[in-house]
């Protein structure tokens, strides 16, 4: 393990820097892919300095939450290899199993630890309907992410809540 440390080297800190952004886009992408999929009436939508959310009236279901969670790790994962281990890699690193699958596990660790916290949250505590939009939408809010509602959201808010989409914000 010690040869490690002295066989690994950037061969461009641009490269590198494209790696990781790659990294990023790629990751939050199949996120995005998978939320897409999700086939329930959409409320909204956010973008903030986390990434791009999607908000939903209704809990979704098991294999949507596990389907979120893995799909998004496993192009982590396969990101983190090629990036890494091929001949696109603009780190050079040395070629051991244990270096590859520690790496790899790292990557997807760094990655999707807070998607699978959440999806264990969801199935142990799960929340549907308002109670489920208002958490969402104070999480987004603390993370200062951008919330925008379609025009079915600012019905529902109106409907269920007696307020705009503003008032609901600024009532938050």
């Known amino acids: ?6 066989t690994m080297h950037a061969a461009n800190l641009v490269g590198l820097v494209i790696f990781f952004i790659t990294w990023v886009v790629l990751f939050k992408s199949a996120h995005l892919l998978i939320r897409l999929l999700h086939r329930d009436p959409l409320i ?7 990434g791009f959310s999607i908000l939903f009236l209704r809990k979704p279901s098991v294999l949507y939450l596990w389907l ?16 890494l281990f091929t001949t696109f890699a603009s780190v050079k690193v040395l070629h051991s199993i244990w270096v590859e699958g520690l790496t790899v596990v790292a990557g997807i660790a ?14 142990r505590y799960p929340l549907w309907g308002e109670a ?13 992410a951008q919330i925008h509602f379609t025009t079915f959201g600012s019905s529902y808010l109106n409907d269920h809540f007696g307020a705009s989409p503003a008032e609901l ?4």
């Open 44 to 50: 909204g939508w956010a973008i903030g300095p986390l």
């Open 68 to 83: 979120d969670t893995l799909i998004p790790a496993l192009v982590s994962g396969f990101v983190v290899y090629i990036g």
């Open 169 to 172: 914000l600024q009532a938050l």
């Open 132 to 144: 489920r939009l208002l958490r969402c939408i104070q999480g987004l809010r603390a993370s200062w």
């Open 110 to 123: 760094l990655s999707s630890t807070s998607d699978l916290l959440n999806t264990v949250r969801d199935l």
């Open 1 to 6: 393990m010690s040869n490690t440390l002295y």
